[in-house]
């Protein structure tokens, strides 16, 4: 079975804080982890993958494979980053080869003035 | 620009009334997905289609079906829609490119049932 905890609902931080999102998971295979968001009345979309050691928008995520987490990152908190942000977790399910993807409950990320 | 579009944005139904949400896509993927997300909820993976093949999550209730006509368009069908079916509705598609198997949403349709 595969799960994705993110313990926090809301996460409220200052303009300049830095953020940390939280994000464990449980997979008994090698994940493809991602982090998803969602602002305000947009539809959900893909910000990074870990497989991509990307930085998107002042984020980067590191998969921790020992601690089993997968945490969003960003040094500095702006008022723009505000949404909801998801973590998801893609492994091997189904028929064919196929991924599925397993989300977790989302936190929200209210960056104050 | 391709997307993925969804059709209605908001729709009411009534208790026991069937009611069909629809699902485009402009970027020829081979992979679609429903997804069905209730407040401050993940979004829970009903069934997908990879081409032509149906796949249904062990926990999907029968009260809810899925048509793929073409490679182009996905429709949920629920026949007997009850309260707790309320929710949002989410489309996805994606096309396996090595191992990532990244997501395009649809902007969802809303689900009320009176």
């Known amino acids: 079975a595969q799960r994705v905890t993110q313990p926090e609902k809301l996460l409220s931080v200052f303009k300049g804080a830095p953020v940390e999102l939280k994000c464990n998971y449980s997979y008994s295979g090698s994940p493809e982890l991602f982090w998803y968001v969602q602002y305000s009345r947009q539809r959900l979309q893909l910000l990074l993958r870990?497989?991509s050691r990307e930085s998107i928008k002042g984020f980067t995520a590191d998969l921790n494979k020992g601690e089993t987490s997968f945490h969003l990152k960003k040094p500095f908190a702006q008022e723009e980053d505000s949404a909801m942000y998801y973590c998801?977790?893609?492994?091997?399910?189904?028929?064919?080869?196929?991924?599925?993807?397993?989300f977790g409950t989302g936190t929200k990320l209210q960056v104050i003035p | 620009d391709a997307m993925v579009i969804q059709n209605p944005r908001y729709q009411v139904t009534q208790f026991g009334k069937p009611v069909t949400l629809s699902c485009s896509q402009t970027?020829?993927?081979?992979?679609m997905y429903w997804y069905q997300q209730k407040s401050s909820q993940a979004p829970k993976l009903l069934f997908h289609y990879y081409d032509k093949d149906f796949n249904n999550e062990a926990d999907t209730p029968d009260n809810f079906q899925s048509r793929r006509p073409n490679t182009s368009f996905c429709f949920l069908d629920i026949r007997s829609p009850g309260l707790g079916d309320a929710a949002m509705y989410l489309c996805a598609t994606s096309s396996p490119s090595g191992f990532t198997y990244e997501q395009y949403f649809g902007p969802g349709t809303r689900l009320t049932v009176t």
């Open positions: 998801a977790l893609s492994g091997l399910g189904g028929s064919g080869g196929y991924q599925k993807v397993t």
């Open positions: 970027l020829n993927h081979n992979v």
């Open positions: 870990h497989i």
